[in-house]
């Protein structure tokens, strides 16, 4: 079936750090893939999306490429604030299957002035 | 500004009871969800809707069920709520290129 893997946190990084999320996903067909941010007390925020291979989502200094080969969606950045400071959920929607969408267990990141 | 309406921030219910959490969302979506959240396991998919009077389960349907009698709105009903259905559930209607999620009502059942 289809499912998502994400890295497991809580991600500790001081400011300025290079952060990476990593993403995988198993699916039938080829999904669209989201990443999601959710702030301390928030609801959740699309932060970047790729539609199809070889396609890169990018947001707010944020960057994730859609791999195909390796069923992947890693999320990027070179240099990351104490505002960056939340949760991460990588997100592949599934048209073939009415439009489902599913989400990784989410990775709490920390970044330290 | 788009937007997706949860009636309720926060709730408190009786074990036993019937708990109805309504979503309503302004954007012509035919899509709609609803999640619950927990620490530790993310967000886990209970329902989806795809269309008026259509339904699919998710992964954690048990103990719950869905309503859709109009484009707009998706309610979730907890049938007879127990203790282990007190989470964060978090309903979002989208298109294609993207979902967008309401508040959250965090439910407690006691």
């Known amino acids: 079936g289809n499912s998502v893997t994400q890295m497991e946190g809580p991600v500790t990084l001081s400011e300025e750090a290079f952060l990476t999320i990593n993403c995988t996903y198993t699916a039938t067909g080829y999904p669209s893939l989201f990443w999601y941010v959710q702030y301390p007390g928030e609801g959740l925020q699309l932060l970047l999306k790729?539609?199809?291979?070889?396609d890169k989502g990018s947001n707010k200094g944020f960057e994730a490429t859609y791999r195909k080969k390796t069923t992947s969606f890693h999320l990027e950045k070179g240099s990351v604030q104490v505002s960056d400071s939340a949760v991460y959920f990588c997100?592949?929607?599934?048209?073939?299957?009415?439009?489902?969408?599913?989400f990784g267990q989410g990775t709490e990141l920390s970044v330290k002035p | 500004d788009v937007k997706v309406t949860q009636s309720s921030r926060y709730l408190v219910k009786r074990t036993g009871e019937k708990v109805f959490l309504e979503c309503v969302q302004d954007m012509d979506h035919e899509n709609m969800f609803w999640y619950r959240q927990d620490p530790g396991l993310g967000l886990r998919l209970i329902y989806f809707s795809y269309d008026v009077k259509m339904k699919e389960k998710g992964d954690i349907p048990e103990g719950y069920s869905v309503s859709r009698e109009k484009k707009e709105r998706f309610s979730l009903i907890l049938e007879s709520a127990s203790t282990n259905q007190t989470s964060m559930y978090l309903c979002?209607?989208?298109?294609?290129?993207?979902?967008?999620f309401g508040q959250g009502t965090r439910l407690t059942v006691v």
């Open positions: 979002a209607s989208g298109d294609p290129t993207e979902a967008f």
């Open positions: 790729a539609t199809k291979a070889d």
């Open positions: 997100a592949p929607h599934f048209y073939n299957q009415g439009g489902k969408l599913i």
